[in-house]
């Protein structure tokens, strides 16, 4: 089996809710160890995360610890970085074991080809400001100058205060099918430069959805709250489930 999630954001809200969040996804990770061939994290696993040469932030150790596990065993987990998580180094890859992917790929499972990709850049290209905002943040540079610069106390501190912005101006409640429709249409662009690709497959928007042409299929994941997650699960023959967790 494969599996996909994004969107659990780790580390938000109150202390007691990051907690439950935490657990919560550890259990769903323990549940899919014994036919799990690989996992998919799709973007936003942390609500924030910036990562200095020789200091990560404080906590996710029941999750880390997990994957490393997971990875340890043979599980091949791959690593999509989000919007809210695109501020790592090597400690995912060198400590977890997991594959860590800057942007959208394309692979084959049983068979079927898919593009995967968080999702969150592909609505800026006619949007100077965010185009410009979106380079800055994703520069290796200006990563370093931010490190350099930046103490930690204060990097997470601003970090967290961000990134509970950026949550609630995307608030899952406020999302419907019709606010998909950017990322179905760069869905279709995909499908007209790689003709082969059978299903696209999105984080983001925090709305479990499948949107459905003749001759392909665009899976949204969803994402992890109110005690409940939600993710995707390939079978042998490639078909596709979206399913809750809880």
């Not at 780790?10 to 990770?29: I, M």
């Not at 084959?108 to 290209?125: E, P, R, V």
């Not at 520069?139 to 490190?147: G, Q, T, V």
Request: net charge neutral; aromatic share 14%; proline share 2%.
């Amino acid at each position: 089996m494969y599996y996909f999630a994004s969107d659990v954001h780790l580390g938000a809200g109150d202390e007691q809710q990051a907690r439950r969040t935490e657990q919560l996804f550890v259990r769903w990770l323990e549940s899919i160890e014994d036919d799990a061939e690989a996992i998919f994290l799709m973007g936003d696993i942390f609500d924030f995360w910036f990562e200095y040469s020789r200091v990560i932030p404080k906590g996710f150790v029941r999750v880390l610890g997990t994957l490393a596990r997971l990875a340890d065993k043979g599980i091949t987990i791959h690593f999509f970085t989000g919007n809210h998580d695109m501020w790592c180094r090597d400690y995912f890859e060198k400590e977890c074991g997991m594959h860590l992917h800057r942007r959208g790929e394309d692979v084959t499972l049983s068979g079927k080809h898919l593009h995967l990709a968080h999702g969150d850049n592909l609505n800026i290209g006619n949007k100077p400001m965010l185009r410009l905002m979106n380079s800055a943040f994703r520069s290796s540079f200006m990563r370093a100058l931010f490190s350099w610069l930046v103490h930690p106390n204060l990097a997470l501190r601003f970090g967290k205060w961000w990134s509970g912005k950026s949550r609630k101006s995307h608030n899952s409640s406020n999302i419907t099918p019709a606010s998909l429709g950017f990322l179905i249409e760069a869905a279709k662009q995909t499908k007209a430069l790689s003709p082969s690709v059978d299903y696209v497959i999105y984080g983001h928007m925090h709305l479990p959805h499948i949107h459905r042409e003749a001759d392909f299929s665009v899976y949204f994941l969803g994402n992890w709250e109110d005690g409940k997650g939600s993710y995707a699960q390939m079978d042998g023959e490639g078909n596709i489930e979206l399913k809750t967790f809880q």
